[in-house]
Protein backbone atom coordinates (compact mmCIF):
# COMPACT_ATOMS: atom_id res chain seq x y z
CA UNK A 1 0.00 0.00 0.00
CA UNK A 2 1.16 3.26 -0.65
CA UNK A 3 1.44 5.35 2.54
CA UNK A 4 -0.67 8.26 3.55
CA UNK A 5 3.11 9.67 4.78
CA UNK A 6 4.93 9.01 1.95
CA UNK A 7 2.35 11.32 -0.22
CA UNK A 8 2.79 13.65 2.13
CA UNK A 9 6.42 13.75 2.18
CA UNK A 10 6.71 13.66 -1.55
CA UNK A 11 4.54 16.64 -1.85
CA UNK A 12 6.64 18.74 0.60
CA UNK A 13 9.34 17.33 -1.62
CA UNK A 14 7.91 18.43 -5.33
CA UNK A 15 9.82 20.89 -7.06
CA UNK A 16 8.25 24.55 -7.75
CA UNK A 17 5.33 23.27 -5.41
CA UNK A 18 4.67 24.21 -2.03
CA UNK A 19 1.65 21.36 -1.26
CA UNK A 20 2.67 20.47 1.89
CA UNK A 21 1.34 24.17 2.91
CA UNK A 22 -1.75 24.43 1.10
CA UNK A 23 -3.97 22.19 -1.01
CA UNK A 24 -2.56 21.82 -4.79
CA UNK A 25 -4.35 24.06 -7.43
CA UNK A 26 -4.57 22.19 -10.97
CA UNK A 27 -4.49 23.58 -14.22
CA UNK A 28 -7.59 21.73 -15.90
CA UNK A 29 -6.40 21.50 -19.51
CA UNK A 30 -4.44 24.23 -18.63
CA UNK A 31 -6.52 27.63 -18.47
CA UNK A 32 -8.96 26.29 -20.03
CA UNK A 33 -11.65 29.17 -19.25
CA UNK A 34 -9.84 31.89 -20.99
CA UNK A 35 -8.10 30.37 -23.88
CA UNK A 36 -8.63 26.77 -25.80
CA UNK A 37 -8.01 24.15 -23.44
CA UNK A 38 -5.31 22.22 -24.04
CA UNK A 39 -2.74 24.17 -25.79
CA UNK A 40 0.52 25.70 -25.02
CA UNK A 41 -0.89 28.94 -24.62
CA UNK A 42 -3.59 28.12 -22.10
CA UNK A 43 -0.79 25.99 -20.25
CA UNK A 44 1.33 28.69 -19.83
CA UNK A 45 -1.22 31.21 -18.54
CA UNK A 46 -2.08 28.45 -15.98
CA UNK A 47 1.33 28.65 -14.91
CA UNK A 48 1.76 32.62 -15.09
CA UNK A 49 -1.98 32.53 -12.77
CA UNK A 50 -0.21 30.40 -9.85
CA UNK A 51 -0.78 26.45 -11.00
CA UNK A 52 1.36 24.20 -9.12
CA UNK A 53 0.37 21.41 -12.06
CA UNK A 54 -0.91 21.72 -15.59
CA UNK A 55 -3.23 18.88 -16.54
CA UNK A 56 -2.59 16.74 -20.18
CA UNK A 57 -5.33 14.55 -21.05
CA UNK A 58 -3.25 12.06 -23.20
CA UNK A 59 -4.00 10.53 -26.38
CA UNK A 60 -2.26 8.88 -29.14
CA UNK A 61 -1.14 9.33 -32.87
CA UNK A 62 -1.15 6.83 -35.71
CA UNK A 63 2.52 7.05 -35.12
CA UNK A 64 2.34 6.74 -31.39
CA UNK A 65 3.17 10.07 -29.82
CA UNK A 66 1.07 11.40 -27.40
CA UNK A 67 -0.63 14.48 -27.33
CA UNK A 68 -3.07 16.41 -25.97
CA UNK A 69 -6.73 16.73 -26.42
CA UNK A 70 -9.52 15.77 -23.91
CA UNK A 71 -10.88 13.43 -26.20
CA UNK A 72 -9.55 11.16 -29.11
CA UNK A 73 -12.76 12.58 -31.25
CA UNK A 74 -11.44 16.00 -32.12
CA UNK A 75 -13.49 17.86 -34.29
CA UNK A 76 -15.00 20.05 -31.16
CA UNK A 77 -11.56 20.98 -30.08
CA UNK A 78 -9.88 21.76 -33.53
CA UNK A 79 -10.94 22.79 -36.96
CA UNK A 80 -10.81 18.80 -38.87
CA UNK A 81 -13.84 19.48 -39.93
CA UNK A 82 -13.62 22.09 -41.98
CA UNK A 83 -10.26 20.58 -43.65
CA UNK A 84 -11.36 19.24 -46.86
CA UNK A 85 -7.92 17.74 -47.05
CA UNK A 86 -9.34 15.32 -44.15
CA UNK A 87 -13.04 14.74 -45.20
CA UNK A 88 -12.01 11.28 -46.19
CA UNK A 89 -10.99 10.51 -41.89
CA UNK A 90 -14.47 10.93 -40.82
CA UNK A 91 -15.89 7.38 -39.65
CA UNK A 92 -18.04 6.03 -36.63
CA UNK A 93 -15.96 4.16 -33.64
CA UNK A 94 -17.12 2.59 -30.31
CA UNK A 95 -15.44 4.11 -27.77
CA UNK A 96 -15.71 2.70 -23.99
CA UNK A 97 -19.19 1.18 -25.34
CA UNK A 98 -20.73 3.87 -26.83
CA UNK A 99 -21.13 5.19 -30.53
CA UNK A 100 -18.94 8.40 -31.59
CA UNK A 101 -18.91 9.60 -35.26
CA UNK A 102 -16.11 12.19 -36.42
CA UNK A 103 -12.25 12.26 -36.80
CA UNK A 104 -10.10 10.51 -34.18
CA UNK A 105 -5.89 10.83 -33.20
CA UNK A 106 -5.18 7.79 -33.75
CA UNK A 107 -5.92 8.02 -37.22
CA UNK A 108 -3.68 10.93 -38.22
CA UNK A 109 0.05 11.37 -38.04
CA UNK A 110 1.76 13.85 -35.54
CA UNK A 111 2.61 15.79 -38.68
CA UNK A 112 -0.68 15.94 -39.86
CA UNK A 113 -2.19 16.93 -36.43
CA UNK A 114 0.14 19.82 -35.89
CA UNK A 115 -1.50 20.94 -39.19
CA UNK A 116 -4.46 21.56 -37.51
CA UNK A 117 -5.85 24.49 -35.12
CA UNK A 118 -7.06 24.74 -32.22
CA UNK A 119 -10.58 25.97 -31.00
CA UNK A 120 -12.81 26.80 -28.15
CA UNK A 121 -15.17 23.41 -26.77
CA UNK A 122 -17.47 25.42 -25.43
CA UNK A 123 -17.89 28.14 -27.46
CA UNK A 124 -21.35 28.77 -26.31
CA UNK A 125 -20.39 29.97 -22.79
CA UNK A 126 -16.40 31.48 -23.48
CA UNK A 127 -16.87 32.38 -27.30
CA UNK A 128 -14.77 31.88 -30.03
CA UNK A 129 -12.49 34.93 -30.21
CA UNK A 130 -8.87 32.69 -30.24
CA UNK A 131 -9.79 29.99 -32.17
CA UNK A 132 -7.21 28.93 -35.08
CA UNK A 133 -4.45 30.74 -32.99
CA UNK A 134 -3.30 27.49 -31.44
CA UNK A 135 -1.49 23.92 -32.42
CA UNK A 136 -2.06 20.54 -30.85
CA UNK A 137 1.01 19.80 -28.51
CA UNK A 138 3.11 16.93 -27.44
CA UNK A 139 3.24 15.15 -23.82
CA UNK A 140 7.14 16.16 -24.87
CA UNK A 141 6.26 19.09 -25.60
CA UNK A 142 4.11 20.20 -22.32
CA UNK A 143 7.35 18.31 -20.55
CA UNK A 144 9.62 20.62 -21.18
CA UNK A 145 7.10 23.49 -20.50
CA UNK A 146 6.70 22.74 -16.97
CA UNK A 147 10.48 21.84 -16.20
CA UNK A 148 11.38 25.19 -17.63
CA UNK A 149 8.88 27.14 -15.63
CA UNK A 150 8.98 24.74 -11.94
CA UNK A 151 5.80 23.37 -12.03
CA UNK A 152 4.23 19.81 -12.22
CA UNK A 153 2.08 18.19 -14.23
CA UNK A 154 -1.00 15.79 -13.88
CA UNK A 155 -1.53 13.71 -17.04
CA UNK A 156 -4.74 11.79 -17.70
CA UNK A 157 -4.62 8.44 -19.78
CA UNK A 158 -7.85 8.24 -21.68
CA UNK A 159 -9.64 5.68 -22.70
CA UNK A 160 -6.31 2.74 -21.98
CA UNK A 161 -8.42 -0.24 -22.45
CA UNK A 162 -9.64 0.80 -25.67
CA UNK A 163 -5.83 2.43 -27.01
CA UNK A 164 -4.50 -1.28 -26.03
CA UNK A 165 -7.30 -2.81 -28.14
CA UNK A 166 -6.07 -1.36 -31.07
CA UNK A 167 -2.26 -1.47 -30.24
CA UNK A 168 -1.80 1.70 -29.39
CA UNK A 169 -1.43 1.59 -25.27
CA UNK A 170 -0.54 4.49 -23.87
CA UNK A 171 1.44 3.29 -20.43
CA UNK A 172 4.64 2.39 -21.87
CA UNK A 173 5.24 5.90 -24.09
CA UNK A 174 4.25 7.97 -21.04
CA UNK A 175 6.54 6.30 -18.95
CA UNK A 176 9.33 6.40 -20.75
CA UNK A 177 8.68 10.13 -21.23
CA UNK A 178 8.18 10.63 -17.99
CA UNK A 179 11.68 8.56 -16.75
CA UNK A 180 13.28 10.71 -19.90
CA UNK A 181 12.56 14.17 -17.95
CA UNK A 182 14.20 12.37 -14.47
CA UNK A 183 10.88 11.73 -12.83
CA UNK A 184 10.41 8.13 -11.59
CA UNK A 185 9.28 8.05 -7.87
CA UNK A 186 6.61 10.10 -5.62
CA UNK A 187 9.15 12.64 -5.06
CA UNK A 188 8.29 13.59 -8.56
CA UNK A 189 6.05 16.56 -9.12
CA UNK A 190 3.73 14.22 -11.19
CA UNK A 191 0.07 12.26 -10.57
CA UNK A 192 -1.04 10.41 -12.75
CA UNK A 193 -4.99 9.53 -13.20
CA UNK A 194 -7.09 7.82 -15.02
CA UNK A 195 -10.99 6.57 -14.63
CA UNK A 196 -10.13 3.06 -15.31
CA UNK A 197 -8.73 1.05 -12.67
CA UNK A 198 -6.38 -1.93 -14.70
CA UNK A 199 -4.07 0.52 -16.46
CA UNK A 200 -3.72 2.51 -12.76
CA UNK A 201 -2.55 -0.98 -11.50
CA UNK A 202 -0.32 -1.88 -14.23
CA UNK A 203 1.39 1.63 -14.01
CA UNK A 204 1.83 0.84 -10.26
CA UNK A 205 4.68 -2.29 -11.41
CA UNK A 206 6.02 0.20 -13.84
CA UNK A 207 7.05 3.73 -12.12
CA UNK A 208 7.01 5.36 -8.18
CA UNK A 209 5.20 8.64 -9.11
CA UNK A 210 2.01 8.82 -8.17
CA UNK A 211 -1.44 7.28 -9.31
CA UNK A 212 -5.21 9.15 -9.11
CA UNK A 213 -8.05 7.12 -9.11
CA UNK A 214 -10.83 9.42 -11.03
CA UNK A 215 -14.44 9.00 -10.06
CA UNK A 216 -17.52 9.90 -11.37
CA UNK A 217 -20.79 10.07 -9.70
CA UNK A 218 -22.21 7.73 -11.54
CA UNK A 219 -21.27 4.49 -13.92
CA UNK A 220 -18.25 3.17 -13.51
CA UNK A 221 -14.50 2.10 -14.82
CA UNK A 222 -14.66 1.26 -18.30
CA UNK A 223 -12.19 -1.52 -18.00
CA UNK A 224 -15.02 -3.57 -16.11
CA UNK A 225 -12.59 -3.59 -12.77
CA UNK A 226 -15.43 -2.65 -10.47
CA UNK A 227 -19.10 -2.51 -11.09
CA UNK A 228 -19.32 0.90 -10.33
CA UNK A 229 -17.68 4.14 -8.99
CA UNK A 230 -20.07 4.32 -5.62
CA UNK A 231 -18.58 0.61 -5.00
CA UNK A 232 -15.50 2.47 -4.68
CA UNK A 233 -16.17 5.25 -2.85
CA UNK A 234 -17.34 2.77 0.35
CA UNK A 235 -14.42 2.86 3.61
CA UNK A 236 -13.65 -1.21 2.21
CA UNK A 237 -13.74 0.34 -1.83
CA UNK A 238 -11.16 3.11 -0.84
CA UNK A 239 -8.86 0.76 0.99
CA UNK A 240 -8.51 -1.71 -2.46
CA UNK A 241 -8.20 1.95 -4.39
CA UNK A 242 -5.33 2.25 -1.53
CA UNK A 243 -2.88 -0.38 -2.41
CA UNK A 244 -2.86 1.00 -6.01
CA UNK A 245 -3.50 4.74 -5.75
CA UNK A 246 -1.81 7.35 -3.70
CA UNK A 247 -5.39 9.02 -3.85
CA UNK A 248 -8.26 9.61 -5.71
CA UNK A 249 -10.20 12.69 -8.16
CA UNK A 250 -13.73 12.81 -7.24
CA UNK A 251 -16.77 14.49 -8.64
CA UNK A 252 -16.98 17.52 -7.02
CA UNK A 253 -20.67 16.54 -6.00
CA UNK A 254 -19.08 13.62 -4.25
CA UNK A 255 -17.58 15.98 -1.94
CA UNK A 256 -20.27 18.59 -1.02
CA UNK A 257 -23.55 17.66 -3.11
CA UNK A 258 -26.62 20.37 -4.15
CA UNK A 259 -29.27 20.37 -2.43
CA UNK A 260 -33.27 19.95 -4.33
CA UNK A 261 -32.64 24.42 -4.34
CA UNK A 262 -29.26 23.44 -6.52
CA UNK A 263 -27.11 25.19 -3.26
CA UNK A 264 -24.37 23.63 -1.73
CA UNK A 265 -25.54 20.96 0.99
CA UNK A 266 -23.42 19.40 3.66
CA UNK A 267 -20.75 17.83 2.83
CA UNK A 268 -20.54 13.74 2.93
CA UNK A 269 -17.86 11.47 4.69
CA UNK A 270 -15.76 11.20 1.68
CA UNK A 271 -12.81 13.29 2.40
CA UNK A 272 -12.74 11.71 5.78
CA UNK A 273 -13.41 8.38 4.38
CA UNK A 274 -10.57 8.88 2.07
CA UNK A 275 -8.21 10.40 4.16
CA UNK A 276 -8.66 7.23 6.60
CA UNK A 277 -7.72 5.03 3.84
CA UNK A 278 -4.43 7.34 3.28
CA UNK A 279 -6.07 8.77 -0.12
CA UNK A 280 -5.47 12.35 -1.23
CA UNK A 281 -8.98 13.92 -2.68
CA UNK A 282 -8.52 15.89 -5.76
CA UNK A 283 -11.98 16.93 -7.07
CA UNK A 284 -12.98 18.21 -10.37
CA UNK A 285 -14.09 20.69 -11.96
CA UNK A 286 -14.34 24.51 -10.76
CA UNK A 287 -15.66 26.55 -13.24
CA UNK A 288 -16.42 30.09 -12.90
CA UNK A 289 -19.29 30.25 -15.24
CA UNK A 290 -23.05 30.81 -13.55
CA UNK A 291 -23.99 27.38 -15.59
CA UNK A 292 -22.00 25.22 -13.68
CA UNK A 293 -21.94 27.01 -9.98
CA UNK A 294 -24.49 26.02 -7.33
CA UNK A 295 -26.85 28.27 -6.84
CA UNK A 296 -25.71 30.02 -4.02
CA UNK A 297 -22.78 31.08 -5.64
CA UNK A 298 -24.21 32.50 -8.68
CA UNK A 299 -24.32 36.07 -10.25
CA UNK A 300 -27.40 37.43 -12.11
CA UNK A 301 -29.26 35.12 -14.37
CA UNK A 302 -26.53 34.80 -17.24
CA UNK A 303 -25.22 31.55 -17.71
CA UNK A 304 -22.23 32.84 -19.78
CA UNK A 305 -21.65 35.14 -16.39
CA UNK A 306 -19.15 34.85 -13.47
CA UNK A 307 -20.49 33.85 -10.25
CA UNK A 308 -18.62 33.32 -7.00
CA UNK A 309 -16.00 30.46 -7.70
CA UNK A 310 -13.70 32.00 -5.12
CA UNK A 311 -16.50 31.03 -2.45
CA UNK A 312 -17.45 27.86 -3.66
CA UNK A 313 -13.90 26.61 -3.69
CA UNK A 314 -13.69 27.99 -0.20
CA UNK A 315 -16.39 25.66 0.60
CA UNK A 316 -14.26 22.55 -0.67
CA UNK A 317 -11.13 23.53 0.95
CA UNK A 318 -13.21 23.81 4.35
CA UNK A 319 -14.38 20.09 3.69
CA UNK A 320 -10.97 19.23 4.33
CA UNK A 321 -10.00 18.58 0.33
CA UNK A 322 -5.85 18.28 -0.44
CA UNK A 323 -6.39 19.95 -4.63
CA UNK A 324 -8.48 20.61 -7.16
CA UNK A 325 -8.73 20.63 -10.57
CA UNK A 326 -10.02 24.62 -12.05
CA UNK A 327 -10.42 26.06 -15.53
CA UNK A 328 -9.96 29.28 -13.78
CA UNK A 329 -6.14 28.89 -11.93
CA UNK A 330 -6.19 32.86 -10.53
CA UNK A 331 -9.35 31.96 -8.93
CA UNK A 332 -8.41 29.07 -7.40
CA UNK A 333 -5.40 30.45 -6.78
CA UNK A 334 -7.44 33.23 -4.63
CA UNK A 335 -9.26 30.95 -2.45
CA UNK A 336 -6.27 29.86 -0.72
Known amino acids: MRLFLALSLSLMLASGVNAADRPIVIAHRGASGLLPEHTIAAYTRAIDDGADFIEPDLVPTRDGVLVARHENEISGTTDVA ?3 EFEDRKTTKTIDGASVTGWFTEDFTLAELKTLRARERLPELRGTANDGRFVIPTLDEIITLAKARGVGIYPET ?29 AAPVFIQSFEVNNLKQLNTMTGVRLIQLVAAEGGPADGARGSYAEMLTPEGLKAVA ?21 LAAPTRLVADAHAAGLKVHPW ?51 H
Not at 159 to 185: K, N, V
Not at 246 to 261: C, Y
Not at 303 to 312: K, S
Request: glycine share 10%.
Open 285 to 335: TFRAENYFLPADHRKGEDPRAHGDLVGEIRAYLAAGIDGLFSDFTAEAVTA
Open 243 to 263: AYADGIGPEKTLVIPRGADMR
Open 158 to 186: KHPSYFASIGLPLEATLIAALDAAGWRDA
Open 82 to 84: SRA
